[in-house]
């Protein structure tokens, strides 16, 4: 949990300097979802995955967000968007990996789109 939380604090920090303007943190949507961060660059809103590992032995971190996590991750921002009434220009889903041993920070823009039958309804 610890390893988490600071790769979704080196990873807000890389955004902003990046210049990204950071939304949210964390940011709960219903019972079970949860968004680490939502940026936005210029008239786009970004959500962002947060991935972090103290080595890549065992692969990319990016590799962890699977079908399902996707999933989850298009519903929480839908969810996001209806309950504040949103309607941002455009939406992304990016993925920042973190890794330690050899400090890393991967920024994956657009890494994937809405998946499962979730809609923007604009």
Known sequence: MKTGRRGE????????????KILGRRVRVGKHDEIDLIAREGETMVFVEVKTRK?????RPAAAVN????R???R???TFLQKRKLRPPFIR????EV???????????NAFQ???NYRVWW
Not at 55 to 59: K, R, S
Not at 93 to 96: A, S, T
Not at 101 to 106: G, H, K, L, N, T
């Open 67 to 70: 079908r399902d996590k996707r």
């Open 114 to 116: 809405l998946e499962g």
């Open 55 to 59: 080595t890549e032995c065992y692969g």
């Open 9 to 20: 604090k080196q990873a807000e920090r890389f955004l902003k300097k990046s210049g990204y």
């Open 93 to 96: 889903f990016d993925i920042v």
């Open 72 to 74: 989850k991750l298009s």
């Open 76 to 78: 929480a921002a839908v």
């Open 99 to 109: 890794i330690d041993e050899p400090s890393e920070i991967r920024h994956i823009e």
